[in-house]
């Protein structure tokens, strides 16, 4: 049991910390590189993301997103589905979100946000239930069809707002200079829980939706069929579980989730939606997850971190005139030493110890009791 303990906080803690100290070295020597002082570049960035006024409210804003769409990928990774499509799954739960959301009028707060909610984690669903059809009943792989259907739903956005051939969307508001949609309805607006600031009611719901999807996975029948798909399919299936139909219902929910994202990100800050809401929130999703190892606890501080370095990136360009997409650089080694954690094993000379572990489970099994 110590030695299971103490491989949990390896895998689960000191090798995920290893990776976000080696992706900061690993910039570091990027930053190096152009000439400037990393500790400089790095204590604005901190700056930026924590302690000047408003930074950390608008790093919790930053984090909303983030943490939604890390538990979508996290669900994802634990039914062994490789979800990249968080992007398009996020502007099309914006775009049917928003619909509802301008679409009501003068209906209580209570009724209204929920009712855009739903929406956008409906859109979401479909989209991703898409992939997980043709993933289930036609063996196309969910990465290639993810990614295709990305670049259809920034399509179907820029068609809707946007238009095409000279005519206009049919979504745009009247009367703009740049296309969007219309304004959401006042109650469909989440309200703002820092006055002062942007920070509004989404880092509540992005809070409570940690616990429901930890529960979801661990402690539900639906969670229990996902898991043991994404362990062994083949075992699943004698088991009696219908493979397929969990596909389809893991990817619909870990879309609905991306959904939920996109339509947050809209109620609560620009209460419209342009052609260009997402600004790669899906693609950074998937480091989040890798990052918190698909665990919903683990991708609330990986949110966070992200949200942080997303927020800060702008101010340390500012003052140390190095170029936030160094911050690129930063969270692309963070995925690399994520997802080759033999790499941090090797750099901390920690030993992986995995067939002991189960024999030593299967004698303790096999050993009769008395």
Not at 64 to 91: C, D, S, T
């Amino acid at each position: 049991m110590r030695r299971f303990r103490a491989g949990w906080l390896v895998s689960s803690l000191l090798v995920p910390l290893a990776s976000v100290v080696a992706g900061f070295l690993v910039g570091a020597l990027a930053i190096v590189a152009a000439g400037a002082d990393p500790l400089q570049a790095y204590g604005a960035l901190f700056a930026g993301a924590f302690t000047n006024r408003n930074a950390f409210a608008e790093t919790l804003v930053s984090t909303v997103p983030y943490v939604l769409l890390g538990l979508g990928l996290a669900l994802g990774f634990r039914a062994g589905l490789f979800n990249i499509g968080a992007e398009g799954q996020f502007y099309i739960g914006a775009l049917t979100g928003v619909f509802v959301g301008y679409s009501i009028h003068g209906l209580p707060l209570f009724i209204e946000i929920p009712a855009a909610l739903l929406a956008g984690m409906a859109g979401g669903f479909a989209w991703a239930a898409i992939a997980g059809f043709l993933k289930a009943w036609t063996g196309a792989h969910e990465v290639i069809t993810s990614i295709m259907l990305n670049y259809v739903a920034f399509l179907v956005a820029n068609y809707l707002i946007d238009g095409a051939n000279g005519k206009p969307g049919v979504m745009v508001a009247p009367n703009v200079s740049t296309p969007r949609t219309p304004d959401v309805d006042l109650g469909a607006m989440l309200p703002i829980i820092v006055p002062g600031s942007r920070l509004h009611l989404g880092l509540l719901l992005a809070l409570i939706a940690v616990p429901l999807v930890w529960f979801l996975i661990e402690r539900t029948t639906v969670g229990f069929r996902l898991r043991a798909v994404g362990f062994n399919q083949g075992t699943a299936r004698a088991a009696g579980i219908s493979v397929a139909q969990t596909i389809v219902l893991t990817m619909g929910i870990s879309g609905a989730l991306a959904g939920a994202a996109g339509i947050v990100q809209v109620l609560g800050l620009s209460h419209h939606m342009t052609d260009t809401v997402a600004a790669g929130y899906g693609f950074d999703a998937i480091a989040i997850a890798l990052l918190a190892r698909s665990n919903p606890w683990g991708v609330l501080p990986a949110a966070l971190l992200f949200g942080a370095l997303h927020n800060g990136a702008g101010f340390m360009q500012l003052e140390t005139q190095v170029s936030s997409d160094l911050i690129s650089i930063v969270q692309a080694s963070l995925i690399i030493f994520v997802a080759a954690p033999a790499i941090v094993r090797w750099l901390l000379r920690l030993r992986e110890q995995p067939v002991e572990t189960v024999q030593i489970t299967q004698r303790e099994v096999e050993t009769p009791v008395g």
